[in-house]
């Protein structure tokens, strides 16, 4: 599936002309720009959590997994593209940062050596591959995908 962005469609929903939208953002490319941009805004508010709270972490990221996962999905699945991959990229390294942060408490525990590879397994237990995999391929509901990735940051935690 390719997604295409026409200009005329943008203009058709915006209720302006196709020269409106390229006045307002010069090409195609700005306009996805600017569209990159607002979702990540989007994304980050709906991530935010206080560090350290494990429940609200999942809480916040099943929640964003069950409002984008499935657009986010079919955009990886097209990384091929540079323009896409220009989206994408971003998206995954933002997904570090946010586990980082949501368990910086837990993680600042632990000796340094360790603290890689911990992120390395809580951000597995927290991709969208894995809300892909509870949630679509084994067609579990959303609290119980919650409480199995909770089982697995649990156990990541316990074990270091």
Do not use: N
């Not at 079919?74 to 368990?103: M, N, Y």
């Not at 894995?130 to 199995?148: C, E, F, I, Q, S």
Request: hydrophobic share 40%; aromatic share 4%.
């Amino acid at each position: 599936m390719t997604i295409e962005i026409t200009l005329d469609e943008v203009a058709r929903r915006a209720g302006v002309t196709v020269q409106t939208v390229l006045r307002h953002f010069g090409s195609r490319d700005g306009l996805l720009d600017e569209a990159v941009k607002l979702a990540s805004a989007e994304v980050e508010q709906e991530r935010r959590v206080r560090p350290g709270d494990v429940a609200g972490a999942v809480e916040a990221v099943v929640a964003h997994y069950e409002k984008r996962g499935d657009y986010v999905l079919r955009l990886l699945g097209q990384e091929h593209d540079p323009r896409i991959a220009a989206v994408t990229t971003p998206g995954k390294q933002s997904h570090r940062r946010w586990v980082h942060d949501c368990f910086r408490p837990q993680l600042q525990a632990r000796p340094a050596r360790d603290r890689e590879a911990l992120t390395d397994l809580l951000v597995v237990a927290t991709d969208l591959y894995t809300w892909k995999l509870l949630r679509r391929d084994r067609g579990l509901d959303p609290p119980t995908v919650r409480a199995r990735m909770r089982s697995l940051i649990t156990a990541i935690l316990a074990g270091g």
